[in-house]
C-alpha cells in the first residue's frame, strides 16, 4: 500500500527525502537515502540550509487545507515540530550544541553505530564516511566559534564532559581498549589488502580529528564557556516545547513534580517491606544484591540476560495484550561503546528493518549487575516501550507520512510512552516479583526527581521549606548532585552524569513523567468514556497507529477514541 498521496502527506514526504540529502546522519538513522559514505555539514551554513528547508516547507504546510484525521494529525505533527525547530535555530542553540548526550558531537560518532558492515562494499563506504569525521568535527567547530563571536557559549559543565568524551574517542583511553574508530577498522575481516589499509588509515584520521577536537574544547573554549549552568525560563520554554510537544505551565509542574515524588517514595516503602520486613531501601537493596540469583557477572552474561528479556517478553505478549508483527520480534541487545553518557538507550529499525531496532547498555566499566531494576528498564527500551512504539510506526507506511513514520520523534510521547509501558507491565502481572515491582519504582522515583530538580535548577526555584536541610534555599547543581542520589535510588555514577545531563539538555528530563502522565490522563478518560466495554489492547492500538506526535496534540487525538 502507497503512502496516501494527499496534499499534506506530499509535503511531508518531499521534506523527508530532501531533508535526507542535507542531513545524511539523520538519513543513517531513518535507514534511507544513497549517500550514506558522507557526513552532515554541521558548520553554520550547514545549519542555516537546514533551516531554510524546513522554514519553506513549513510555508507550505500552513497554506494548505486540512481535508481529514489522518492530514489533520500529520499537518499537526509536522507544523509543530518545524516550528519548535526553526526557533531553537533563531536564538542560536545550534551554535552552542555541547552537551553530555544528544548534541552533534556524539551524533558524528553514534552514526558508525547504525551502519552495516555486512559486505565488502559496506565497509568501503565506512572507510569513506570514517574519512568524513574530520570534515564534520572541523564544521561543529566553526558553529561553536560562530557561537562565541555571537557571545553565546555552552556552559563549562557541557564543555568538560564533551572534552572527555573527544578525548576518549580520540585515543585517550582509560582501559586497554582500542579507540572507538580504530577497533572499528579492525572488526573487518575480509581479504582485500587496499581496503584493510585504507579502513585503518580513515580510523586513524577519524581518530585524530576527535583528539584535536578535544584538545580545541579543553584549550581553546572552556576557557571562555559560560560559567552559568542555569538557561532561564525563556530558553527553557523553548527547550520544553521541542521535547514535550506542548505549553507547559512549568511552575505548576514544578509543584507537581514534588506531589508525584512523595507519592512514589511512599510505595516504595510498602514495596520494601515485603521484601523483607521492617526494611528501608537500603537495608532491602543490599538483601537483594547479596543473593548470587539476583545478580549477573559478566558483561557477555548480561547481554544473553537481556536478550533473552526482550525475546521471552515479545513471545509473552504478542496475541493477547498486543499483536506484534513478525518484522517487530527480533530486537537486538546491544552493549553500548565507551565514552557516552550512562543511560540505557534505543536505535530504531532502518525503514527496510535490514538493520533491527536495538536497545544499547552503557556497562560504564562495571562486571556485576543486579538484575532487581534491569527488568522494568528492559520493557522500556524494548517491548512493550521503545521496540514496539517506533518500529510498529515503521511499518504504517501506507497510513502515515514519512515525515510521521521516520522523524517525527518527540520526547515527551516516546519516553512518555516507555514509562508508561514500565507500569503497564506491573499491571499486567510481570512484575508481581517485589524486587521487580521495586525497581520500576525506583525508576519512577528517579524520573519523578528529574522534574523537580530539572524546572529547578534551569528556573532557580525556590526549594518547598518541608525538605530537611534545604528547604527555603534556591535550586544549584551542588544542592541537586546530593538531592538526586538520595532520592532517586539510582547509582552515585549514573546520577552524576545525569545532573549533567539535566543541565545540557534543558526541558529533556522532565518529558518522561510528563508524557507518562498524559498517556494515564487520555486512558483514564477513555475508559470512563467506555465503561466496561473499553478494550485496552485497541486502546494501545489505536494510540500507537497514530505515530508519533506532541503532547497536546495526542491527549486531543486520543479523545476521539
Known sequence: MSTPQSAIYAI????????????????????????????????????????????????????????????????????ERLQVELDQ?????????????????QGVRETFDLMAYDTETDWQVAARRMRAVPEALNGFTQSLQTGVLMGLTAARRQVEVCAIQAKTWGGATTNADDPFF????????????????????????????????????????????????????????????????????????YQWGWNELRRIEDQMRICCNQILPGSDYATAVAHLESSPSGVIDGVENLQRWLQSLIDETIVALNGTHFDIDEKLHRCEAMIAPAGGAAAMYYTGPSDDFSRPGRTWYPTMGNTRFPTWREVSICYHEAVPGHHLQVAQVRLLSGVLSNYQRLMGWVSGHGEGWALYAERLMGELGYLENPAYELGMLAAQAMRAVRVVVD???HLELKIPDAEAGIGGLRWTPEIALPFVIERSRFPETMMR???????????QAISYKVGEKVWLDA????QRRHGATFDLKAWHAYALDLGAVGLATLEAELAYF
Open 12 to 79: 511531508c514526504d518531499r521534506y523527508v527525502d530532501e531533508y535526507a540529502v542535507l542531513d545524511p546522519n539523520a538519513a543513517t538513522d531513518m535507514g534511507i537515502g544513497t549517500e550514506l559514505d558522507t557526513l552532515t555539514d554541521l558548520s553554520p551554513d550547514g545549519h542555516d540550509q537546514r533551516a531554510a528547508l524546513s522554514r519553506d516547507a513549513l510555508h507550505q504546510m500552513q497554506r494548505e487545507e486540512i481535508n481529514n484525521g489522518r492530514d489533520r494529525v500529520a499537518a499537526g505533527l509536522f507544523q
Open 89 to 105: 535555530h533563531e536564538i542560536g542553540e545550534h551554535l552552542r550544541d555541547l552537551r553530555t548526550l544528544g548534541s552533534a558531537m
Open 182 to 253: 580504530v577497533a572499528l577498522a579492525q572488526r573487518y575481516r575480509g581479504v582485500d589488502t587496499a581496503l584493510t589499509q585504507e579502513l585503518h588509515d580513515s580510523a586513524d584520521e577519524a581518530t585524530a580529528a576527535y583528539s584535536q577536537l578535544a584538545q580545541y574544547l579543553r584549550n581553546e573554549y572552556l576557557p571562555i564557556a559560560s560559567s552559568h549552568d542555569a538557561v532561564g525560563e525563556a530558553r527553557y520554554e523553548i527547550a520544553a516545547r521541542t521535547y514535550c510537544g506542548t505549553t507547559l505551565d512549568l511552575h505548576e509542574t
Open 455 to 457: 524546572i529547578g535548577m
Open 497 to 507: 552524569s545525569e545532573v549533567d545531563r539535566y543541565l545540557g539538555l534543558p526541558g
Open 523 to 526: 486512558r483514564s478518560a477513555a
